[in-house]
């Protein structure tokens, strides 16, 4: 078995739609969704904020690749243009952290690095994580910290820019 943390954003079209795709196209593999979040979008590129979720979900067939692999598959539907570095996107599908049987996947190889480099000092992902799953921890430079202290340990300004929408997932609707 697998499990894996996924962040979703979006910043053009129906972005909640697009979130919601992520959450039909995984095909009941879903655990979990965060409460969907806006944030102003990062990376110093002009654009409209972003909604942004996380998805919690798991299968015993699927190991970190496979997951990279669908959540590309789930971007490509949304019809997601790799036009511009950090810019305005359909749908982006990030795999933040994947646990397999003895547990938490590190690695770095040229297609994907575990758990992603910048999670933990990115509010839109720790912040929906947290409200998902309060016992979350996430492998920073070798150290296993609890995803609430990584949140904590945020610029309040940064905690600030993302702001609850009232918005949600929902699970099992495909098809």
Do not use: K
């Amino acid at each position: 078995m697998s499990t894996v943390v996924l962040s979703i954003g979006s910043n053009v079209g129906d972005r909640l739609g697009h979130l919601q795709s992520v959450v039909d196209g995984l095909d009941g593999a879903v655990a979990a969704v965060s409460p969907v979040y806006e944030t102003d979008a990062w990376g110093g590129v002009e654009q409209g904020p972003f909604l942004n979720a996380v998805v919690l979900a798991g299968d015993p067939a699927r190991d970190a690749h496979d997951w990279l692999r669908r959540a590309h598959e789930l971007e490509d539907a949304a019809a997601r243009v790799r036009a511009q570095r950090w810019g305005p996107r359909t749908l982006d599908v990030d795999v933040v952290s994947c646990h397999g049987a003895d547990g938490e996947v590190t690695m770095t190889d040229p297609e994907l690095t575990l758990p992603h480099p910048y999670a933990h000092v990115r509010a839109f992902v720790l912040v929906p994580w947290v409200a998902t799953d309060a016992d979350a921890t996430l492998t920073v430079d070798g150290a296993t910290i609890r995803v609430s202290d990584l949140v904590d340990a945020l610029d309040p300004a940064e905690r600030a820019g993302v702001r609850a929408t009232g918005l949600a997932l929902r699970i099992g609707t495909a098809g």
